[in-house]
């Protein structure tokens, strides 16, 4: 597996730019299912996540095309396989958006169940309930998902969510786009990842109103054909990166974001010292303010709250602040794992159930660390910039599946960090080491 080796205590300056945002992409590529137009998506992060999506459409009969690094040309005009097979799914949950398109489009769909989950328990049973509301028969056979739909298609309905979840809200949305009648989700998630797959759908044909809201309307229409989207940019990319100018007391200028997107993130960083400037509306200016760092509770939530993807990145930066900061996850009942590799590198932090509670600041030192999660992995690179002496991380094939080459982008700001490879190739990350964002 490769690594990375960082050696701290370098102020990372300069410029980067954000990549596209792969919460996005995923839900935009399996949107493409629902046509036999082609979709052609622009701003596709280069990231291990989007490569298990490809091979997904492919092996059900799809063609993709990449004219260009970060362009995407999916043709779903031949589908031979309505299934996902278990290969795939228990390494990326996102693979789970396919059921709602092979539902929508032919009436029948086999999607294997996601398998366990490194950061909490997330079943799909909101998925399933909302199906079944829409007229189809949903069961489970050797621990794949199977649903039909009636032969006269899906029929809208009111779907109500007991809790708020992103993929679920998806696959919903997708699904409805070709039922009959009107459905209407409530409860429905509301970040911006879904507001753009919305955008792609209506370009597609769709009627879908109020995504981005609580509650979403979609009208159901007969066929959806063709279009051409480019994809939002990751504003959890773009927040973590904030916090790495801040931990070092450096200065970047952040390009190609979405500053409106990260606004409660924004806002809380400013709270605990750190400036951040909108120069206009793609582009932040950052620094550690004159006084440093001061600590500052926090509670992830669902949007627009602060994100529970940014959660291991703030406690990172919590451990150079002055004072005691109080972190509680709201959203992953076992999202803390990174917090008993940043103690062995220095960091005073106590775990009870929910809560944890961050003393700074600390003195951090380099040492031999493991990554456990996509976000988990990111707070540890940002405590090897400011730690002394030379930290390694196992198991970056983690963070591979979500950032776009960061330890390029961090070395062209100045970070001393290196990839090394080992000889023997790692294979697609386990069912016990498969981690996923969001809800």
Do not use: W
Not at 65 to 89: F, G
Not at 189 to 207: F, H, I, Q, S, T
Not at 333 to 354: K, P, T, Y
């Amino acid at each position: 597996m490769d690594k990375f080796r960082i050696r701290g205590g370098h102020a990372i300056k300069g410029r980067v730019s954000i990549s596209g945002a792969k919460n996005s992409a995923l839900p935009c590529m399996a949107a493409a299912i629902l046509t036999p137009g082609t979709i052609t998506l622009h701003n596709i992060p280069y990231v291990r996540d989007i490569i298990t999506q490809r091979r997904l459409l492919e092996d059900i009969g799809a063609h993709v095309l990449t004219p260009e690094l970060r362009t995407h040309k999916i043709s779903a005009a031949h589908i031979e396989i309505m299934a996902a097979p278990y290969e795939l799914v228990k390494t990326m949950r996102a693979s789970v958006l396919a059921l709602g398109p092979l539902l929508a489009r032919f009436g029948r769909a086999r999607v294997s169940l996601p398998g366990g989950c490194a950061i909490g328990a997330r079943p799909i049973d909101l998925h399933l309930a909302g199906f079944t509301k829409l007229g189809a028969e949903v069961f489970l056979e050797a621990g794949d998902v199977v649903a039909r739909a009636p032969q006269d298609g899906l029929v809208g309905a009111e779907i109500q969510f007991e809790k708020v979840s992103v993929t679920g809200t998806e696959n919903l949305m997708m699904a409805a786009t070709l039922a009959h009648g009107t459905t209407t989700i409530h409860n429905a998630a509301r970040e911006p990842e879904v507001k753009d797959l919305a955008e792609l759908l209506n370009k597609m044909g769709a009627r879908v109103r109020g995504a981005g809201t609580p509650t979403i309307q979609i009208e159901g229409v007969t066929e959806l054909g063709g279009a051409e989207h480019t994809i939002i940019p990751d504003r959890i990319e773009t927040g973590t990166f904030i916090v790495a100018a801040a931990i070092t007391k450096g200065e970047l200028e952040i390009r190609d974001c979405n500053p409106e997107h990260c606004n409660r993130v924004i806002a809380k960083l400013r709270e605990v010292g750190v400036e951040i400037e909108e120069i206009n509306q793609s582009t932040l200016h950052v620094r550690c303010g004159p006084r440093g760092l001061k600590a500052g509770d926090l509670i992830t939530e669902p949007y627009p709250r602060f994100p529970t993807d940014m959660q291991a990145q703030y406690m990172a930066l919590m451990t150079q602040a002055n004072g005691r900061s109080v972190i509680t996850e709201t959203i992953f009942e076992n999202r803390f794992m990174h917090a008993s590799e940043l103690q062995r590198m220095g960091a005073r932090i106590q775990i009870s159930h929910d809560t944890a509670t961050v003393d700074g600041p600390s003195r951090l030192i380099g040492a031999r660390v493991q990554a456990s999660d996509l976000r988990a992995s990111a707070s540890l690179v940002l405590a090897g910039l400011v730690a002394e002496g030379e930290t390694l991380i196992d198991r970056v094939y983690h963070i591979d599946r979500g950032y776009e080459k960061i330890e390029t982008k961090l070395k062209e700001v100045g970070a001393d960090i290196e990839r090394v490879r080992e000889s023997v190739t790692s294979p697609l990350p386990s069912q016990e080491e498969e981690e996923e964002d969001d809800a």
